[in-house]
């Protein structure tokens, strides 16, 4: 992410690019998808507006001088303490903390610089982004206002939007709108084929309604010739949700119309094995084996997380062992499993020796691998070597995302790391990292309990700004810090700002 209050006013950047960075902060309420594509210099000013006011209350001014017990651990990594130029003469100590949403006036001005090219159309992946976070947000209508807009242009509403769009009315519970959505795509330009059906019903599937990917199959199949993959989505979806008659019937479909169940379908059906009934996993790798399918790294994945999950651990290194007997190489998500499974079973030295030992098979970590380790030290409150462990995805150029810094955002709040808090949110915003309600639920909680309520207030007012209503929970956690502490003035503006959160 660009750090634009670095960037000198005759910088030109790329509109395009900060509306992307607008964008993580949620679509506004308009009437229609056209005036809300053109509105973002009125609808920023307004954002900064309020974002101004918040600056100047209280809990933004005040800084809160630092404890001794507050001091930062002197066997922190050199990378992540501030540099001496960075502090001013007179400046107060703890004065570095900066909520994000400071950095927006500048932004703005950038905005504006972009704004006065010639010629800026918007393309077809900006328009994509945009249906996606219109539908996360569930502003359906506005979503396909948009799309109504994008079919207007030669090639932009293609099978990716589509797939967005049934993907997010899935998530939504909107089965039926989704399935909808699949038999209109025709009208605007995108084949209605195999492959777009396939993505249909997986969206079905992974948002919780194997029923309606089996009522869309039957609909459909007699105009679209399904595939293997068509059966193999249904029948982990029965798995999943441990039907297992069902996943049976459509195995029988399967073969009945000429296809051969593959190692995919077997270990959708280890995936539902009972816990600790291990014969059960024997015998279907056997019957796998029996029609030419040797376990791939896949369905050794699956075995390796449930033995983990049933706390076998010693099985679990019999897996690993059985593989290399195979010749079956560990990818990066066998790794990942392991390293899980040794990390919660507290062999750390295993783990980490797991962990060495990726980068000389030839396995390169990836963020989920170093998220779980960075968890497990966080959680620990193993300081450094959280820490260590992000400076060592950013030497192996593996980005970070919202799962790597919740837990240590979390680690420092209860630590009473400021400072190395303030680091860590500038480090996310240089990441094209965005705060989301979770964590910034996690940071109003944790600050409010251990004592940094102006820290917390500021970071409760940013929620709001940024269109998001904060829990009850958190809200009455506050609330309550506030009241002991006798903050009584900072209580009714907190309760001032949760009364507007909740206006429609």
């Known amino acids: ?39 973002y210099r009125q609808d920023y000013c307004n954002y900064i507006s309020r974002v101004n006011a918040l600056l100047h209350n209280a809990f933004c001014t005040v800084a809160e001088p630092l404890k001794p017990n507050d001091t930062e651990s002197p066997e922190l990594p050199n990378w992540v303490k501030l540099s001496g130029k960075d502090k001013g003469a007179n400046k107060p100590e703890d004065d570095d903390f900066v909520p994000p949403s400071q950095r927006v006036d500048t932004s703005f001005r950038i905005l504006q610089v972009g704004e006065s090219q010639n010629g ?46 049934m993907r997010r009315l899935a998530k ?4 039926e709108d989704a399935i909808d959505a699949f038999e209109k795509m025709e009208l605007f330009g995108v084949d209605k084929d195999i492959t777009a059906m396939n993505r249909l019903i997986d969206a079905l599937v992974k948002q919780g309604s194997v029923e309606h990917a089996e009522r869309a199959y039957f609909k459909f199949k007699e105009h679209i010739r399904p595939s293997s ?11 999943k949700t441990r039907q297992i008659d069902k996943a049976k019937k459509t195995v029988d479909e399967m073969k009945a119309n000429g296809f051969r169940p593959d190692s995919v379908t077997y270990t959708s059906f280890i995936g539902l094995l009972p816990r600790k009934d291990f014969r059960k996993v024997d015998d279907t ?49 066998f790794y990942n499993v392991f390293i899980s499974a040794l990390s919660r079973a507290g062999r750390l030295k295993d783990s980490n020796a797991v962990f060495e030992d990726m980068s000389k098979q030839g396995v390169t970590p990836n963020v989920s691998t170093y998220n779980t380790l960075i968890y497990i030290a966080a959680n620990n409150l193993q300081e450094e070597k959280a820490l260590s462990l992000l400076m060592k995805m950013e030497e192996n150029k593996c980005k970070p995302d919202i799962d790597t810094y919740a837990p240590l955002l979390k680690m420092c709040c209860r630590l009473k790391r400021m400072k190395v808090l303030s680091f860590l949110l500038n480090h996310m915003f240089k990441n094209d990292v965005s705060v989301d309600p979770g964590t910034y639920s996690l940071l109003v909680s944790r600050l409010g309990r251990n004592g940094k309520l102006d820290r917390a207030c500021s970071f409760f007012e940013e929620m709001v700004v940024k269109g998001f209503v904060p829990m009850d929970c958190t809200y009455e956690i506050l609330i309550k810090e506030l009241n002991e502490k006798g903050m009584l003035k900072e209580k009714e503006r907190i309760e001032e700002v949760m009364s507007r959160a909740k206006q429609p």
């Open 120 to 165: 800026i159309k918007h393309s077809p992946d900006l328009y994509n982004l945009m249906v996606d976070n219109l539908g996360k947000t569930r502003k359906f209508e506005i979503m396909w206002e948009l799309v109504e807009e994008m079919k207007m242009f030669e090639n932009y509403v293609t099978l990716d939007t589509m797939t967005k769009i």
């Open 229 to 239: 993959q068509t059966y193999n989505v249904l029948v982990h979806g029965w798995c």
């Open 172 to 175: 939504a519970g909107k089965y």
């Open 285 to 333: 790798l056997e019957e796998m084996e029996k029609d030419g399918f040797r376990p791939g790294v896949v369905t050794y994945t699956i075995m390796m997380n449930a033995f983990a999950k049933a706390k076998e651990i010693t099985k679990a290194l019999d897996i690993y062992e059985q593989m290399k007997k195979n010749n079956c190489s560990p990818d990066v998500s």
């Open 1 to 39: 992410m660009t750090d634009y209050a670095s960037v000198p006013p005759h910088t030109t950047l790329d509109p395009e690019r900060f509306i992307v960075e607008l964008l993580k902060c949620g679509p506004p309420v308009m009437p229609n998808a056209r005036l809300w594509l053109n509105s």
